[in-house]
């Protein structure tokens, strides 16, 4: 399968990369939990952003969280205690997502999973993307396994981007700066303006 998906033909749509913070199942057949919802919004002729939004999330069972997180950065208990639920912000996520290209690092396999799974669980159709571009794909294709096993936290310190902070906000900038999904947005823009 491709790592860039086009649905449209000719489609010029904003690039909105984004990311995830998310619970890790303690038990086999656990659920993720999203915590942070994090997107910064591009245009995709001028490569400049356009906007860019970040929230916590609480989750319905505050117990599936940390009281202290062991990441750098990494999201608490309490930090989520006062966030509004996903019912909450669903409708700007949506807004967000929906009908624009999807850019990440392993977001096909991991982040776009958990957006389906959370609007699932409040009976809501999905955010649709009309593309999607997957650093992880790209990066296995055409970089192998030059900068080690192409985790986030790995290719920020490869590349000189600086520690993964596991924030959504401030992974989505690391994600979409100079490297990485950034080059495959030229390309991408490239692609598009023939």
Not at 23 to 39: I, S
Not at 41 to 63: F, G, M
Not at 105 to 112: A, K, L, S, V
Not at 135 to 148: C, E, N, P, T
Request: proline content about 4%; aromatic content about 10%.
């Amino acid at each position: 399968m491709d790592t860039f998906e086009s649905y449209q033909e000719g489609v010029s749509s904003e690039i909105v990369f984004f990311d995830l913070e998310t619970t890790v199942p303690n038990r086999a057949g656990g659920r993720f939990w999203v915590l942070e919802f994090g997107a910064i919004i591009v245009c995709p002729r001028k490569l400049v952003e356009i906007e860019s939004y970040t929230t916590l999330i609480r989750p319905k069972d505050l117990s599936v969280v940390a009281l202290r997180s062991g990441r750098s950065g990494g999201i608490t208990r309490n930090a989520v205690a006062d966030a509004p639920a996903f019912e909450e912000v669903s409708d700007k996520i949506y807004s967000i997502l929906n009908g624009r290209i999807w850019a990440g690092h392993n977001i096909r396999r991991f982040d776009c999973i958990r957006i389906k799974e959370a609007f699932a669980e409040l009976g809501k159709d999905p955010p649709v993307p009309v593309g999607m571009i997957d650093s992880l794909g790209v990066l296995s294709q055409k970089f192998g396994r030059r900068a080690g096993n192409l985790k986030m936290a790995t290719l920020a310190d490869y590349f000189g981007l600086g520690q993964q902070k596991h924030r959504s906000l401030d992974d989505v900038r690391i994600k979409s700066s100079n490297s990485i999904e950034w080059q495959m947005a030229q390309l991408f823009n490239s692609y598009y303006t023939q």
